[in-house]
């Protein structure tokens, strides 16, 4: 049985105790010693599912019995050394052993230690790995809370000499990189940390950059000649995919290559099946590989259909088979929730307006909380946003929510409170925890099971599963407990938000069974391995190399147009990837030449821009975005939330201004994009509501919603057509400056180019200019330490105080 495959141990006897095991049935000495009999051979085994089996077994069976010498010595054998000092405290010692061993193995465990923390053999090798291959391109393939932060944070501290940068996937996370990035900082490192291409001044300084893909185009555009040492892909699996933003990280990659050949890649991912997937067309370098391949968790898989008898059954994912519970069934799942649930929990979907829908049937079922800092976190909101946001009420409750929608600043102060506040027990959550937020949570729960219009992949869900039971908190000094090696995750069936005909049981078989073939799914034309064999494919592939030529000439290698007019190559330079350029750059230049004299209104900005380029839209997703900017009441739309971006309008303000604003119009049906529940046209699209027919609380979050989303409209497009009009000199520069920061002031510009909001860093000029540091040569702005003192000792929003530990480097 030296090879037998998992199949062969599913068709034997084995499954009749070890499903007693799986249960959580009482055990016989006799049961128990066949389970851990099996448990060896397993181990011993070489095929990797069955020692995984094996272990398997001996976690449960510890954990069930409280008997941890079988698990202590398996952990010991596999250098699972958290576990071993965990254990080690509960082992009894008599004799000389009591003098002996708990010196042995102390000793045994500083082998591990790295900082504060105990490491498993292959978290060492992992970093002996990452130290031996610095001067390499390098793809890491890791688990949630193996510490690839951790890496990034020790290569910058110990690699002063370097210019780093780490593309991140979202601007959320470049505030939560910066602050890891500060707290492991030598005193004696002079490298800015900038977050904002505007940061960076020229010159042959060093730097460290945190930046997106977009970010990073912009720097290469803005200073040609400036060259990196080392690039960092965090979330690295996001090249595989087909849209434009994947496209743009690897364009910005192979521009890398190409302007710094001697520059390292060092992608990091938590799932990935084969390194070579993420080769680049154009400089097909080759990238050393480490993959993590050991396993301290066992997951637990739950199932629950309340559009069928409710009742719990449990899939393991080894011996492929569903088991029921034996357990009384729940009415529906706000109860099954509160049953089940453990201090602090995942609520998982993928539509956040399914998740505000979600908020409202489960909060009247949540008792109130009492606590301080809860009271605290709800003034500060209400304050900050308003009183009648949704989060307020899920905070008095206990309950938070986290999606795309929510204030890029708000999001983060939401993971701090979940992290920090004991009472708040539950964070529902879309797919914006895939890309590397950290926060603690025990156990998860499944609404819906898509990652945008597609199921979950099975690396997706393995990705999301990883989430919960992190190592810190599974061997947390204080907290911690070995029952957390076995996460558990609910996977559960409504009518109202899974919907009909969805498959719970086929899904988990799909995602959890061990056995199944993992394959990358490679979607992106810039990847070596995509094979470009329909006309729409060549097409896109054609016109992702005249981006790369009129960005770099001669990094492809291929005989492409370039761009003849100084607008046509801006266009290319400005990342306008909705217009062919090369089609009609010589018309977007009439229509331009036509315009006399410089913008001095955001009205005649977006006139300019709906003249100009809006008529030579490509089609598709952008098309429809983009086309509504045509018509005159759509122009004054955005021009009024410009103006309100450049009077420096805090949120609260903008919402009632959103709400005069409704109240104001004629027409009772406003658009309000995926959040509507009515459908206008034959497109069968429910982008619209009936607004005077909603509630004052329902139009205040539908005002939030939209005041976030329209920002990151006016970020993402309007932006980048901006920025030509302005290279152009076809703007005021103060109107432009007025767009772009909401202020003339460089002081103030400094600021938010380092990731502050407007109103703190008029509030930071204002009233604690004593505690900032400005440098005139570098536009680089400094937060001195004792501003969070002076900032609490005179009341600030704690929004406001969060927001400015962030940029020190530390939090409560």
């Not at 900038?194 to 010159?203: A, K, P, R």
């Not at 069936?493 to 498959?503: E, S, V």
Request: net charge negative; proline share 3%.
């Amino acid at each position: 049985m030296a090879k037998a495959p998992l199949k062969t141990v599913r068709n034997s006897k084995l499954f009749t105790v070890y499903k007693r095991l799986l249960l959580g049935e009482d055990i016989g000495s006799a049961e128990s010693e066949a389970l851990l009999k099996a448990a060896v051979i397993f181990l011993n085994n070489e095929n990797s599912d069955l020692n995984s089996l094996g272990y398997r077994i001996v976690v449960m069976y510890s954990n069930l019995k409280n008997d941890y010498v079988p698990l202590y010595d398996v952990a010991l054998s596999k250098g699972l050394m958290p576990i071993v000092r965990s254990i080690e405290s509960q082992l009894p010692l008599d004799g000389e052993a009591a003098g002996f061993f708990p010196e042995f193995f102390s000793s045994l465990a500083e082998m591990y230690r790295v900082g504060n923390a105990i490491y498993t053999e292959q978290q060492l090798d992992l970093s002996s790995f990452f130290s031996e291959k610095k001067l390499y391109d390098i793809t890491i393939t890791a688990p949630t809370s193996y510490g690839k932060s951790e890496l990034i944070s020790n290569f910058c501290k110990e690699s002063m000499d370097s210019s780093i940068c780490v593309i991140v996937p979202t601007k959320a996370l470049l505030a939560q990189t910066k602050q890891r990035l500060l707290n492991k900082k030598n005193e004696d490192d002079v490298r800015q940390i900038i977050t904002h291409q505007e940061m960076y001044q020229g010159g042959d300084q060093k730097i460290i950059a945190i930046l997106t893909q977009e970010r990073l185009l912009r720097l290469f555009v803005k200073h040609p000649d400036f060259l990196f040492d080392f690039i960092f892909v965090d979330e690295a699996h996001n090249l595989l995919g087909n849209d434009q933003r994947a496209l743009l990280l690897a364009s910005v990659i192979i521009l890398q290559k190409k302007k710094n050949p001697n520059s390292r890649i060092k992608y990091l991912t938590p799932f990935l099946v084969d390194q070579k997937n993420l080769h680049l067309r154009y400089h097909g370098f080759e990238t050393e590989e480490y993959k993590v391949n050991e396993n301290i968790k066992t997951e637990r898989f739950y199932l629950v259909d309340f559009r069928d008898d409710g009742n719990l059954l449990q899939y393991d994912q080894f011996f492929d088979e569903l088991v029921s519970c034996n357990v009384d069934s729940q009415n529906n799942v706000f109860e099954f929730i509160h049953k089940y649930a453990a201090p602090k929990n995942i609520i998982f979907f993928n539509s956040p307006k399914k998740i505000e829908k979600f908020l409202r049937e489960f909060l009247p079922t949540s008792p109130l909380v009492e606590d301080e800092d809860v009271d605290r976190a709800i003034a500060s909101i209400s304050e900050f946003v308003h009183e009648e946001y949704l989060l307020v009420e899920g905070l008095r409750r206990g309950i938070l929510y986290h999606h795309g929608s929510v204030p890029d600043i708000v999001k983060l102060y939401i993971e701090r409170l979940y992290s920090k506040i004991r009472d708040v027990q539950h964070i529902v959550c879309s797919s914006t925890l895939l890309e590397g937020v950290n926060i603690p949570a025990e156990r998860l729960f499944l609404l819906e099971y898509k990652k945008g219009p597609r199921k979950l992949s099975k690396s997706q869900f393995r990705n999301l599963v990883g989430r919960i039971c992190r190592f810190n908190e599974i061997f947390d000094q204080t907290n911690g407990k070995l029952s957390m090696l076995e996460p558990e995750i609910f996977v559960i069936g409504t009518p109202d938000y899974l919907g009909t005909n969805a498959n719970i049981k086929k899904f988990i078989k799909e995602v959890a069974q061990v056995d199944l073939t993992i394959k990358d799914s490679i979607e992106n034309l810039l990847l070596d391995d995509v094979e470009i064999n329909e006309e729409i494919q060549e097409e896109a592939k054609i016109e992702a190399d005249i981006f790369l030529e009129n960005i770099l000439p001669g990094t492809t290698g291929s005989e492409v147009k370039h761009a003849d007019t100084e607008v046509g190559k801006l266009c290319f330079l400005n990342n306008i990837s909705e217009i062919n350029i090369l089609d009609f750059e010589k018309q977007i230049e009439d229509a331009l030449d036509a315009f006399e004299g410089l913008a001095q209104t955001t009205n005649e900005v977006l006139s300019l821009l709906a003249t100009a380029f809006i008529p030579y839209l490509k089609g598709g997703t952008s098309f429809y975005i983009l086309k509504r900017l045509e018509k005159p009441e759509a122009q004054s739309f955005y021009s009024m939330l410009l103006d309100w971006r450049i009077n420096g309008t805090p949120y609260s303000e903008m919402i009632k201004n959103f709400l005069r604003y409704w109240e104001g119009i004629d027409d009772d049906l406003v658009y309000v994009g995926k959040w509507g529940d009515v459908q206008l046209d034959e497109a069968y699209i429910t982008h619209w509501v009936e607004i005077k027919e909603k509630s004052y609380s329902e139009r205040v979050n539908l005002a939030i919603v939209r005041i976030k989303e329209e920002q990151d409209f006016i970020d993402n497009y309007i932006m980048k057509f901006v920025e030509t009009l302005n290279d152009l000199n076809k703007l005021d520069k103060d109107l432009y400056l007025n767009i772009k920061y909401g202020t003339t002031d460089q002081n103030k510009i400094a600021l938010i180019n380092g990731g502050i909001n407007s109103y703190l860093a008029s509030k930071l000029i204002a009233t604690y200019s004593d505690c900032v540091e400005f440098n005139a040569q570098t536009g680089i702005a400094e937060l001195r330490p004792q501003l969070i003192e002076k900032m609490r000792n005179n009341g600030e929003n704690d929004i406001l105080v969060f927001e400015a530990e962030l940029q020190i480097g530390f939090t409560d």
